[in-house]
């Protein structure tokens, strides 16, 4: 999906609460990804076991679709890992924008209402 030249793209701030599980792993595990981009997000867990170069199966909701996604860990800090998606179809990317496309419009809807009272009280 992207080179290792290429930068990440740009992030949206979010919470969302995850289960994710190292792949062959037995045991899933519970994290919240923290902000999200086409290509990756930043996963906030406490698991110390999780290293670079690490494969996550992530589960997560959208609009009542529930879908697990691949992910590589790129880099891990005490709070959490920053990932790259590892998509294996249309629906996975698809998941993804639609996540996204929800975040950003939940966002703009609470901006438009601000908008709005402050103009009625000024």
């Not at 969302?16 to 923290?34: F, H, I, M, T």
């Not at 590892?86 to 639609?98: A, F, G, S, T, Y």
Request: net charge positive; aromatic share 8%.
């Amino acid at each position: 999906m992207q080179s290792t030249a290429e930068k990440p793209a740009p992030r949206i701030p979010l919470k969302l609460n995850v289960q994710y599980r190292k792949s062959y792993a037995r045991r899933d595990d519970g994290g919240s990804l923290k902000n999200i981009s086409i290509t990756g997000a930043f996963l906030e867990h406490e698991n110390p076991e999780i290293q670079p170069r690490d494969k996550l199966n992530l589960v997560f909701s959208v609009s009542g679709r529930t879908r697990t996604i691949m992910a590589q860990v790129v880099w891990c800090s005490t709070g959490g890992s920053g990932i790259r998606f590892l998509p294996e179809n249309n629906r996975d990317v698809q998941i993804v924008d639609d996540l996204i496309y929800f975040v950003q419009n939940r966002r703009e809807s609470r901006r438009n209402v601000l908008d709005d009272i402050f103009k009625r009280v000024g």
